[in-house]
């Protein structure tokens, strides 16, 4: 960018903004679901599993355990529902999705990290996410 006219050469936009096209007399701030991290280049979108609530950000935040974002420039994370939880995963990973509780297992709560064990005496409906009293009639 150029911040007076008839100046000779132009100026980098710091980390955390970007000049959208040639001639710009300021730079503007990445909006959240991005980020720029370098000197003089563009904005990025927050890859999937990843979020960025605050504009001119430097870099994008894995979502935590029981949340996910299954779309690039996420602003934030969405909730696990009932009967999903959040698997742990690696550093530097990102979550993109929450697994379903297995058979015989339930959540009855959203942004679980775990799924409880059916009591005894109970089971489960596979995509009912509760467990039900069994009865042997």
Do not use: W
């Amino acid at each position: 960018y150029s911040d007076e006219y008839g100046k000779f050469g132009c100026i980098a936009c710091p980390v955390g903004f970007e000049a959208e096209s040639k001639g710009q007399k300021q730079c503007n701030n990445c909006p959240s679901g991005q980020y720029q991290s370098e000197i003089g280049k563009g904005c990025h979108a927050c890859p999937m599993g990843y979020h960025q609530v605050t504009v001119a950000s430097l870099n994008c935040s894995s979502c935590p355990r029981g949340y996910f974002q299954p779309s690039e420039k996420g602003s934030s994370c969405l909730e696990c529902n009932t009967g999903y939880y959040s698997k742990a995963i690696g550093t530097g990973e990102g979550r993109t999705d929450c697994s379903n509780c297995p058979l015989g297992f339930y959540s009855d709560e959203n942004a679980q990290l775990s799924c409880e064990i059916c009591p005894a005496g109970n089971v489960d409906i596979v995509n009912v996410h509760v467990c039900l009293k069994y009865f042997n009639a």
